[in-house]
T-cell receptor
């Protein structure tokens, strides 16, 4: 079956760095995506990795190791507005459906 | 431009009734996806439409669930004989659906409560 594992909750203070790990076991793999979802809101796209290595987008970076079936999302210079749930998701083909992890709730404290 | 829209935003129904949820994707997006999200959990894939290809229905949990899409436009998700376990937020997403598109754009969801 398909499974993605990520921590359920992380707490950090403003200005800190948080790393959210994601390990996956899927029958196929095309890419790993990350989505952010604020309470009551829609998921919004953050980052995508299809190849090994680090992708940097402002304060957020995402890493992928295909050989280890592992990736992470790095949140730097945490701000209060970063308090949200973060989901990793695997796609098995271009433009295809996503299989999501259970989400990591990030709580940023002053 | 307009994003993905869904209606209704909230739906309360009695157990055993049928419900119909609507999704309007972003214009020009050939791919459309339905997901279900139970409280505090991740998103579960339900069904995926890509252009004129046969839909991928592999995520539908039972034959009470069905979905249609009119061309590359509106989609409706129908749940027949609703059960309390169907209570969840139903999210629709769309994407360009080509070989280079990986970002899915989500609508605000329909919160379904079955009493």
């Amino acid at each position: 079956g398909q499974s993605l594992e990520q921590p359920s909750e992380v707490t950090a203070v403003e200005g800190a760095i948080v790393q959210i790990n994601c390990t996956y076991q899927t029958s196929g793999f095309y890419g790993l995506s990350w989505y952010q979802q604020h309470d009551g809101g829609a998921p919004t796209f953050l980052s995508y990795n299809a190849l090994d290595g680090l992708e940097e987008t402002g304060r957020f970076s995402s890493f992928l190791s295909r050989s280890d079936s592992y990736g992470y999302l790095l949140l730097q210079e945490l701000q209060m507005k970063d308090s949200a749930s973060y989901f990793c998701a695997v796609s098995e083909a271009a433009g295809n459906k996503l299989t999501f992890g259970g989400g990591t709730r990030v709580l940023v404290k002053p | 431009g307009a994003g993905v829209s869904q209606s209704p935003s909230n739906k309360v129904t009695e157990k055993g009734k049928d419900v119909e949820l609507r999704c309007d994707p972003i214009s020009g997006h050939t791919a459309l996806y339905w997901y279900r999200q139970r409280l505090g959990q991740g998103l579960e894939f339900l069904i995926y439409f890509q252009g004129n290809s046969a839909p991928d229905k592999s995520g539908l949990p039972s034959d009470r669930f069905s979905a249609e899409r009119t061309g590359e436009s509106v989609s409706t998700l129908t749940i027949q004989r609703t059960q309390q376990e169907d209570s969840a937020v139903y999210l629709c997403a769309s994407s360009l659906g080509d070989a280079y598109s990986y970002e899915q754009y989500f609508g605000p969801g329909t919160r379904l409560t079955v009493t």
